[in-house]
């Protein structure tokens, strides 16, 4: 049995003071929480270490919403793994559609990123997720198992790799993947891990949803058979909403 995992990308919203309000409001919302359902929050850089403290005890865990593949150096403007380790962080979100969009992330920085995280003993969730145009065009397998496949090219052990699938016609913009829809190309990339790592792993691997997850629709997504929590960006900036959906997980 995969427990469900639902995370908050909080993307570039929120001062620190701000943050620290919102994490606090989150932990008030889960209540006694659900042991069935692992949370966890991505802040923006500033504000990690100041959730990290509003966090601590609550069970939540603190994301990165990013990082880089090299261990320190010339790399203006960039986090490397010991620094977002260090100030407590246990997963780091790799390969957004928003960073391969805007930032020129390709399957190879996806690949390299992957690796110093996991070799860092942090935890990663790798997205992938195809366009519009691609969906329009048929290709949504294949983008999705190219991204699959090349950002964990030479990765021998996904145990600490959670996959998000986020379409990225869904995300902010208020159209979610049908249920159906979202369960499709969930069994599709699980299909692909089942070609790399065999059955035993493909099974125990979780993928989450993201694109517009809503409290009124997460119970919907998560009852699907290989979908596994949800990646939350819009809703996880209101602590009742996102509350929500995590007691959809559990
Ligand atoms: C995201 O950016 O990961 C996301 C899913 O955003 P939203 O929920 O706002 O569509």
Known sequence: MRRKIVVGNWKMNKTVAESTELATAVI?????GCSG???GIAPTYPALDAVGRALDGSGIALVAQNCHYEDDGAYTGEVSTGMLKAV????VIIGH????QYFGETDETVNLRIKKVLASGMKVILCVGETLAEREEGVTGTV???????GLKGVADITDLVIAYEPVWAIGTGKTASSDQAQEVHRLIRDT???MYGTEVSEAVRIQYGGSVKASNAEELFAMPDIDGGLIGGASLNAADFAAIVKAGC
């Open 28 to 32: 008030a919302a889960l209540g006694d």
């Open 37 to 39: 359902c692992e949370a």
């Open 88 to 91: 407590g962080c246990t997963y």
């Open 97 to 100: 559609s928003e960073r391969r």
């Open 144 to 150: 999705v198992s190219r991204q699959v496949t090349g």
């Open 193 to 195: 891990v089942k070609g």
